[in-house]
């Protein structure tokens, strides 16, 4: 951990300065590769349908052979408003909470969510990423910037996503006749090493499997809460 922090109670204003300012730590030169990999987590949040708690789940596996080891839960009222490009100053307190579960620190998280694919080149991966210290990416099912072409319909393919003039990631095909995802360096990843690590976690979906399981936790954990 690094002594990186910041309040969560802000307002809009507040919370773009702080991206700016978090901004300075992000480190996601295009050939960096985290090594050794020896476990990946995936993170994901749910929303509930009636009222305003945000459940989140993180699930840690070796790398990269898969095998589940750990699986935290928090869940927390949202003290942040709905506003694109600012979701990680609705979703950051609950998912660190999880975090703080954990007694696996994982060498690589997923997130579903962007990286520096994002109009401050800060997204959700990044954001926590810098202040988890760990290395991050970003694998989102839809894009938030950018322009791409659609990467040919074979497992592996992808395109570059370009926003501002630069490369911010890929979009990338993950499984035959079905929609690529938008994968990110989020920190102290390049921008090969966020693509093979995400091709790595695939396992016939989708979605990379460590986050695709924390998206099956959070939605039991959303069910749980309605009965």
Avoid at 126 to 140: E, M, Q, R, T, Y
Avoid at 154 to 161: A, D, I
Wanted: net charge positive; proline share 8%.
């Amino acid at each position: 951990m690094n002594n990186i922090h910041h309040p969560w109670d802000v307002d809009f204003t507040q919370a773009i300065q702080i991206q700016q300012k978090l901004k300075r730590y992000l480190t996601c030169d295009e050939h960096l590769y985290p090594t050794p990999i020896r476990t990946v987590a995936g993170a994901d949040i749910s929303y509930s349908r009636t009222n305003n708690l945000l459940f989140a789940a993180i699930c840690v596996f070796t790398y990269p052979d898969l095998k589940k080891q750990e699986v935290a839960h928090a869940y927390e009222r949202a003290n942040f408003p709905y506003i694109p490009g600012l979701l990680s100053f609705r979703e950051g307190p609950v998912i660190l909470s999880a975090f703080e579960e954990l007694t696996i620190r994982p060498d690589v998280i997923i997130f579903d969510g962007q990286g520096i694919a994002h109009p401050r080149g800060l997204g959700l991966a990044s954001h926590l990423g810098i202040l988890l210290d760990i290395p991050s990416i970003g694998c989102a099912k839809t894009a938030l910037v950018g322009t791409w072409d659609d990467p040919p319909d074979r497992p592996g393919s992808f395109s570059p996503l370009i926003y501002g003039g630069q490369v911010v990631g890929d979009v990338l095909r993950t499984k035959e006749r079905v929609r690529p995802v938008f994968v990110s360096p989020g920190h102290k990843v390049g921008r090969h090493a966020a693509r093979e690590i995400v091709l790595a976690c695939i396992r016939g979906y989708r979605l990379p499997e460590p986050t695709r399981q924390a998206h099956l936790e959070v939605n039991m954990l959303r069910r749980k809460e309605r009965t």
